[in-house]
């Protein structure tokens, strides 16, 4: 099993940056890619943003390029979200996931593990 731990998320103002960040442990070896998926009330949970295990591949939603950033300390097994120009729209429960496999393409039935989540509220 892998344990995940998220954590950095706050309120802040619409234009702010914020980082996100989670620790992986347990069977860690056994993670292919780590990312972030939000949901914000009344929605589904989407897909914000992964990276593979090496850091080399990086896969992003179209709402977040150009603003959000994902990296991975990988012998800290910790990946990190910076989000920059921050929107109310990005307001939601960001929780970090884990997949074993490669995908060309990362959905939230395709992760294997899932932290509990950590609250980023966007002001206008």
């Known amino acids: 099993q892998v344990q995940l731990v998220e954590s950095g998320g706050g309120l802040v103002q619409a234009g702010d940056s914020l980082r996100l960040s989670c620790a992986a442990s347990g069977r860690t070896f056994s993670i292919y890619a780590m990312g972030w998926f939000r949901q914000a009330p009344g929605k589904e949970r989407e897909f914000v943003a992964a990276i593979a295990r090496s850091g080399g591949s990086t896969y992003y939603a179209d709402s977040v390029k150009g603003r959000f950033t994902i990296s991975r300390e990988y012998v800290k097994n910790t990946v990190h979200l910076q989000m920059s120009s921050l929107k109310p729209e990005d307001t939601g429960l960001y929780y970090c996931?884990?997949?074993?496999?490669?995908?060309?393409?990362?959905?939230?039935?395709?992760?294997?593990?899932w932290g509990k989540g950590t609250l980023v509220t966007v002001s206008s």
């Open positions: 996931a884990a997949a074993r496999y490669y995908r060309s393409t990362y959905s939230k039935d395709d992760m294997d593990y």
